[in-house]
């Protein structure tokens, strides 16, 4: 029952240093999502997924790379960390395309300094 | 610019009572609907969704009602326990051919007092 795996679960890094974020699913969805959550908003999406091979930016992706080179992950790579990524990352999948519902990480808190 | 919008940060509730979570949407082209339930430390989980053809849909103690002339939708949660204390989003998608790309709002942390 593990459901989506995120690691870490808390990261520190200086400006400039990189990083992946891996995410990995046991459900066989092929759709995976990244968002993203500072405080007091709500959930970003940084990059999605529909299938091994085929990734697509959302509404946040500067500053991000993906890639899904297998069904089960989907990392997610800062390249130059800026103060402005410090967030909480949660990986997500789904069964379907529209409307089905979004299984959830437990999330990666990073800051940045 | 904020296309879903929860207007309460915070409720408190007591224990047994009814909790209504409200949340507007100003994108007309949103036709499904979701609330989402986080615990600290976890992400968040789905509760309850509703299509824009329908008003109302029902799941045990959680309701979620839709009033599209008005953009408004609202979760009630009937009788209200301390376990339900959290925080509830609201997010909103509509058809793309692709991806569920979900818009969410800020969050309602719920707080259900004994």
């Known amino acids: 029952n593990a459901g989506v795996t995120q690691t870490p679960k808390f990261r520190i890094l200086k400006i400039g240093q990189s990083m992946t974020l891996q995410c990995t699913q046991d459900?066989?969805?092929?759709?995976m999502y990244w968002y993203r959550q500072d405080p007091g908003m709500g959930l970003k999406l940084i990059y999605y997924s529909v299938g091994a091979g085929i990734t697509d930016k959302g509404e946040v992706p500067n500053g991000y790379n993906v890639s899904r080179s297998t069904t089960e992950d989907f990392p997610l790579r800062l390249e130059l960390a800026a103060p402005s990524q410090t967030s909480v990352y949660f990986c997500?999948?789904?069964?379907?395309?529209?409307?089905?519902?979004?299984?959830f990480g437990n999330g990666t808190r990073l800051t940045v300094t | 610019d904020q296309q879903v919008k929860q207007n309460s940060p915070s409720l408190s509730v007591q224990e047994g009572r009814i909790s209504i979570l409200n949340c507007d949407y100003t994108?007309?082209?949103?036709?499904?609907f979701l609330w989402y339930k986080k615990y600290p430390a976890e992400g968040p989980t789905f509760l309850i969704s509703i299509s824009s053809i329908k008003d109302k849909n029902e799941d045990g103690r959680f309701t979620v009602f839709l009033n599209k002339s008005a953009k408004h939708l609202s979760l009630h949660i009937v009788p209200s326990q301390p376990g339900d204390s959290a925080v509830y989003f609201c997010?909103?998608?509509?058809?793309?051919?692709?991806?569920?790309?979900?818009?969410f709002g800020t969050g309602t942390r719920l707080q259900v007092t004994l």
């Open positions: 994108n007309s082209m949103f036709d499904y």
């Open positions: 459900m066989n969805h092929n759709y």
């Open positions: 997010a909103a998608s509509y058809l793309t051919g692709t991806a569920s790309k979900l818009t």
């Open positions: 997500a999948s789904s069964s379907g395309g529209d409307n089905s519902p979004l299984h």
